[in-house]
């Protein structure tokens, strides 16, 4: 018995290690894969390969499946209009700077001849330090870090983060939402911080008075009385949260329990708000959010990538998805105002696209329009929105 | 050099120094020849970084006896305190000076935090030890989040909220920005150093574990009292074994962050100690060669995984389970003695036959 156990194990184990041995015959596998899935046009051009990177295990997780996803519609999409085709591969970096650079490795063997990604900006930034040296392109969907697109070869789909901060005080200036602001952000998470070091700064230029800053960390995230009371005793007219939908569900009960009623804001974050399980969504009525896509959103563009993915992968899309699927078409339109073809060379292919990026206007999903100057950001009007019966309308 | 008049240790020894110089060679040749894929040329680093700490964390493990689940801690203190200087610096140095400045610094702030954790983490024993460096590791890792330090023409500006909160004048560029941690890390480790430094590490513990010190760090793991009653002191010696550990995960986490452009408090976190432990495990408690083998296997491992796609960690965990059954089987162990002993020519052969009888234990 111990022996026909051992010989099992013995047979499992070589199995995987061949397995993983050939190189070679894996990335044939996972070529064919993404094929039969994407493209259903015409498979005898050559195509371009894509390369995705992105987080599809770890606490980032659902980030990395989202822009695997939407890209994914979006490469389908273009396959099937016949014109250019190409072949998209997503590998995983478990939101770990060591791992994408690894995921990168692994990709340029695989063939890649653009980058679209890394989802998170720490990856990002070491990702972007090796793809400047090989001079590959690179459109990061949503690393909001500054440091993300520092090299010429580097593109972004999403706002920065200190975009959102400065966008963020100035609507609320614009508009006369309030005066006194009360801030509760998180002190451990970069995108929290990059939005708050930047309100606050904008805020004095445009004349907005912070009343009371307060923050917490991912080990405290739990209770936020000690937070909610210093603001409600602040006397601050708007509550400024840059921060993500979970811990948001959690200040607004509270706030609740404490009859504390300031008009709330946050951003793109805060999308998913009226979707946390165990939370009384009525409490998000009047919950004003900046964000450049929302799923509810009615125009055609919209509802045709919310059919499509929720048909793929049974669930609303959110902002990541959207941003990769932007991402893609932009990578597309450079392409082919470049004239890239699928025999060029990385390098080439960089070449030509760091050009014609600036040249191209995008009218997607996250903003009509866009458009992208040579440091890599791109220009784009951000949206609104105020949650009215459990919906996003536009304010 | 005859090999027949060497100890039994020192050939062991020889043997891993054999083989880590052979690693090297090889990869060099098929490096010069082009046949290096992409992925496993990127690995070579973190590779490196990881034989430094697993060898390093099997002298506090292994060979002191002493679980400790915080090392990722002190590697994470070298990583800070070299990338922290080297980005200081800038271009004012010549690179090979700041390379080795930032290590030399990498390796004694973690010797510094060794000695400082270590003398109240060693009053304690066993399972108590073992959580207080778990606790220590997580308080490095939440202080480099929260720290923020500048630089302008007035000199270095700290702060532990906020980064405007740092007021600095227009020159000013800050260096460590809380959660996100130091970028622009100038990428100095290359392959050849890494390879220097693992070779340093082993001459350091290898050398330690046959000295009288390492002899009385040993006698403190196998009998704590017995060590005490023929006048061992126990606290010294289990310092400079849980410091020369530290050091040296500062030296490997020093590699790791000249090997990245970005260095994150995050990444040395809980699981990355764990990991760390694995390779210990995995390659043998107080087993040197062991821990430089696990450690490179092991790394590589999830890469070559990558064809599996979703099911690629958990592959990962179902080979750790079986690696783990099949160094436990006796089955295996005496097939692989017995393949080592056919592989072994004449007269060594002979005596290793009656080492092996008489002590009955594997090295």
């Known amino acids: 018995m111990k022996k026909f156990l051992s010989l099992v194990l013995a047979g499992c184990m070589a199995l995987s290690l061949a397995a993983c041995g050939s190189s070679s015959s894996s990335t044939a596998n996972s070529t064919s894969t993404v094929d039969g899935s994407a493209s259903t046009g015409t498979g005898t051009t050559a195509a371009i390969k894509i390369g995705g990177i992105g987080p599809l295990t770890g606490t980032a997780a659902t980030y990395g499946q989202a822009v695997r996803n939407g890209a994914e519609i979006a490469i389908a999409e273009i396959n099937a209009k016949g014109g250019m085709q190409y072949e998209f591969e997503f590998q995983d970096d478990e939101g770990d700077a060591e791992k994408a650079v690894n995921a990168y490795n692994n990709l340029k063997d695989w063939g890649m001849q653009a980058l679209m990604g890394t989802v998170t900006s720490t990856p990002c930034i070491a990702v972007a330090a090796d793809a400047v040296e090989d001079n590959m392109f690179l459109l990061t969907p949503s690393g909001s870090a500054e440091d993300c697109i520092a090299n010429p070869n580097a593109f972004r789909m999403c706002f920065s983060d200190p975009e959102q901060g400065e966008l963020s005080a100035e609507y609320i200036a614009e508009n006369g939402l309030a005066t006194k602001i009360a801030i509760i952000y998180d002190s451990s998470d970069v995108y929290s911080t990059g939005i708050h070091d930047a309100f606050v700064t904008k805020a004095a230029e445009v004349g907005l008075e912070v009343v009371c800053d307060e923050q917490f960390t991912s080990d405290s995230n739990k209770d936020f009385s000690a937070q909610v009371s210093k603001a409600q005793s602040s006397g601050a007219e708007l509550l400024f949260l840059p921060i993500y939908y979970n811990e948001a569900s959690l200040i607004l009960t509270r706030m609740d329990a404490v009859g504390y009623d300031p008009i709330v804001f946050g951003c793109d974050g805060m999308d998913g708000l009226v979707t946390v399980e165990n939370f009384d969504t009525s409490l998000a009525e009047g919950v004003m959010l900046m964000t450049p896509f929302t799923a509810a959103a009615t125009d055609d563009m919209t509802v045709a990538f919310v059919t499509a993915y929720e048909e793929a992968y049974g669930e609303a899309p959110n902002q990541f998805a959207a941003d990769a699927y932007d991402a893609i078409y932009a990578i597309d339109a450079a392409i082919t105002a470049a004239g890239v073809t699928a025999d060029m060379d990385y390098s080439a292919i960089c070449d030509a696209l760091m050009t014609s990026m600036t040249e191209i206007e995008l009218d997607g999903l996250t903003g009509k329009a866009i458009t992208w100057d040579a440091s890599g950001a791109p220009t784009k009007t951000p949206a609104v929105y105020v949650i009215e019966n459990g919906i996003y309308v536009a304010a | ?363």
């Open chain 2, 1 to 363: 050099m005859n090999l027949k008049n060497l100890g039994r240790t020192a050939r062991r020894n020889l043997v891993t120094y054999s083989m880590v110089i052979a690693a090297y060679i090889i990869i060099q040749v098929l490096a010069a020849m082009d046949l290096l894929s992409n992925s496993l040329s990127g690995q070579l680093i973190p590779i490196c970084a990881y034989v430094i700490m697993a060898v390093s964390l099997n002298l506090t493990v292994g060979v002191l006896g002493e679980l400790s689940l915080g090392h990722a801690g002190f590697m994470s203190v070298g990583a800070f305190s070299s990338a922290f200087f080297s980005v200081a610096v800038g271009d004012a140095l010549p690179t090979p000076v700041t390379l080795v400045l930032a290590f030399a610094i990498g390796m004694i702030a973690a010797g510094v935090f060794g000695v400082l954790i270590g003398i109240p983490v060693l009053r304690l024993q066993g399972d108590y030890l073992a959580i207080v460096t778990l606790a220590f590791g997580e308080i490095i890792k939440n202080l480099l989040n929260a720290f923020y330090i500048g630089v302008d023409s007035t000199g270095f500006h700290v702060s532990m909220k906020d980064a405007t909160a740092l007021k600095m004048d227009e020159t000013g560029r800050i260096i460590i920005k809380g959660a996100q941690g130091i970028t622009g890390v100038n990428r100095m480790s290359t392959f050849t150093i890494g390879f220097v430094l693992v070779v340093l590490t082993l001459i350091i513990v290898l050398n330690l574990i046959k000295s009288r010190t390492g002899r009385a760090i040993m006698s403190i793991r196998d009998n704590r009292i017995a060590a005490e009653s023929v006048g061992i002191n126990v606290t010294k010696y289990k310092l400079i074994a849980f410091t020369v550990s530290a050091a040296l995960a500062g030296l490997a986490g020093s590699l790791y962050a000249h090997s990245l452009a970005t260095v994150v408090a995050k990444k040395f976190d809980y699981n990355t100690s764990i990991l760390i432990l694995v390779f210990v495990v995995v390659g043998g408690m107080g087993n040197i060669r062991g821990s430089v083998i696990a450690a490179a296997v092991l790394t590589v491992l999830p890469e070559l995984l990558r064809s599996f796609a979703d099911y690629r960690m958990l592959v990962y965990a179902i080979v750790l389970i079986l690696m783990m059954l099949f160094k436990q089987s006796p089955q295996i162990k005496n097939f692989c003695r017995g393949i080592g002993e056919r592989l072994r020519l004449g007269s060594l052969f002979h005596r290793r036959k009656a080492e092996n009888s008489s002590s009955g234990k594997e090295g």
